[in-house]
């Protein structure tokens, strides 16, 4: 499968955004899908993920509450709002599909990784 990031941009603390992640090729509604992110001088680390029918979501503990993450497999894509942004939120975010059994926090059960959108935000 491919996924495209969109959605990214330069914001204020406290502003929202919302990323898109669209999929082609395999079947998208079979697979669990994740956000994860990369500020510079720093590991990807794990933002949110969400089951292949979105009955189950998980958020880093950075996230949770201000940022959701949704699914519409009919559109094949992946949202992650985020809201109440805050300057350590800036980094480039990558969506994945998660390829392997295991931990929905790990970023080493996730593949297929997009090309990644820049979130910035400034204070």
């Known amino acids: 499968v491919q996924l495209q990031a969109s959605g990214g941009g330069l914001v204020q603390a406290g502003d929202s955004l919302r990323l898109s992640c669209a999929a082609s090729?395999?079947?998208?509604?079979?697979?669990?899908m994740g956000w994860f992110r990369q500020a510079p001088g720093k590991e990807r680390e794990f933002v949110a993920s969400i089951s292949w029918n979105g009955g189950n979501t998980y958020y880093a503990d950075s996230v949770k509450g201000r940022f959701t993450i949704s699914r519409d497999n009919a559109k094949t894509t992946v949202y992650l709002q985020m809201n109440s942004l805050k300057p350590e939120d800036t980094a480039v975010y990558y969506c994945a599909v998660k390829v392997y059994s295991g931990s929905y926090y790990d970023p080493v059960n996730f593949g297929s990784w997009g090309q990644g959108t820049q979130v910035t935000v400034s204070s």
């Open positions: 090729g395999r079947t998208f509604s079979g697979y669990a």
